[in-house]
């Protein structure tokens, strides 16, 4: 712009800011709509959290080009742009299906294009753009495909200790573990000799049998000192 006026810069500053802070921008043609209807048309646009501006083509132009878009295109007619402000709480999407049922039911309003993040979207994208699940049919479906898998791994671990204690417990009753009662056939068996009964002194019956061997042989070693006394008393 030549010598613009302040008013006019002002204006492609706010279009360039606009853009800069918006998740997407849908630019329409309103042409024949009413200022009743264009009422309409915004608040049905702010409750899917859009904005909708109307700018002159020129200022749009300049405002676009400084931010390296082409949409030289799209700004003929009577054009007003619908912004989905980023943190917002907006959603593209909804702002899309807005301007659709409002142009089911007022063919003036146009859908020409627009941006979406970095890209360029035509018209057909614009309206391809409006069939997308909205924003938080898709979170609900990405949860379902998160919460299966996790449905299935939390019940493997579940299922882990508890086949680990049916094992175990079948060992247990088998007495194959630490700790396991002992088998019927082992229950009714001679205990161990201890070690204090294997130091004890042997009482058997062969030690009692041969006690009185040896007292008999003590007698008969003790029988000639007997003889000799009696032949020293008979001399």
């Known amino acids: 712009m030549d010598n613009p006026r302040p008013e006019k810069v002002a204006v492609v500053d706010e279009v360039r800011k606009r853009f800069s802070d918006s998740d997407a921008a849908l630019l329409t043609e309103y042409r024949g709509i009413n200022v009743g209807d264009l009422a309409a ?7 899917a959290g859009g904005e909708y501006k109307v700018y002159k083509n020129t200022l749009v ?9 082409d949409l030289d295109d799209q700004l003929t007619g009577p054009t007003a742009i619908a912004f989905v402000p980023t943190g917002g709480g907006g959603d593209p999407v909804a702002v899309a299906k807005a301007l659709r049922e409002f142009a089911r039911g007022n063919p003036n309003l146009v859908v020409k294009g627009g941006v979406l993040g970095e890209k360029l979207l035509s018209a057909d994208d614009a309206k391809a753009l ?4 909205p924003r938080e049919e898709l979170l609900a479906r990405l949860a379902g495909l998160m919460a299966a898998p996790m449905q299935q791994f939390a019940g493997l671990l ?5 086949d680990f204690a049916y094992g175990l417990q079948a060992l247990i009753d088998k007495g194959g573990a630490p700790g396991a009662p002992p088998a019927a056939d082992e229950a009714t068996a001679s205990p161990e000799v201890t070690a204090a009964e294997a130091a004890a002194p042997d009482t058997t019956t062969d030690d009692t049998t041969d006690a009185p061997a040896d007292a008999a042989a003590d007698t008969d070693d003790a029988a000639p000192a007997d003889d000799a006394a009696a ?3 008979e001399s």
């Open 41 to 47: 048309l915004r608040r049905a646009l702010r409750e």
């Open 61 to 69: 132009r300049f405002a676009a080009r400084e931010l390296g878009l």
């Open 231 to 233: 032949d020293t008393q």
């Open 130 to 133: 409006a069939d997308v699940a």
């Open 158 to 162: 579940q299922a882990v200790p508890r």
